[in-house]
């Protein structure tokens, strides 16, 4: 499978942007989807998950309440809603995808390339 983010971009802070992940082929309900982010000079760090039919959503404790993953499995994409952003969630944010569940980057086998998201004080 093959993934291209789009949305990313410069927003204030307690604004909104809405990300898309777009997958190629036919099989994308059976992969579990989700974010990392990687902020400068740091780790790439899980941000959110959701289970291949949507019915299971974990997040990190950073974006609870804030950020809402989302999929659509007729249209092969995956969305995070992120609300209320702040300036500690500037990073470059990766899409994932896995057959297993995972919250951590050596567990994902396919990555996106990456969209920046940039929020100013």
């Known amino acids: 499978v093959q993934l291209v983010e789009s949305g990313g971009g410069l927003v204030q802070a307690g604004g909104s942007l809405r990300l898309a992940c777009a997958a190629s082929?036919?099989?994308?309900?059976?992969?579990?989807m989700g974010w990392f982010r990687q902020a400068p000079g740091k780790g790439r760090e899980f941000v959110a998950r959701?289970?291949?039919?949507?019915?299971?959503?974990n997040y990190a404790d950073s974006v609870k309440g804030r950020f809402t993953i989302s999929r659509d499995n007729a249209k092969n994409t995956v969305y995070l809603q992120m609300s209320s952003l702040r300036p500690e969630d500037t990073a470059v944010y990766y899409c994932?995808?896995?057959?297993?569940?995972?919250?951590?980057?050596?567990?994902?086998?396919?990555w996106g390339q990456g969209t920046q998201v940039t929020v100013s004080s």
């Open positions: 994932a995808s896995a057959p297993s569940l995972f919250n951590s980057p050596t567990m994902v086998d396919c």
């Open positions: 959701i289970s291949r039919m949507g019915f299971t959503t």
């Open positions: 082929g036919s099989t994308f309900s059976t992969y579990n």
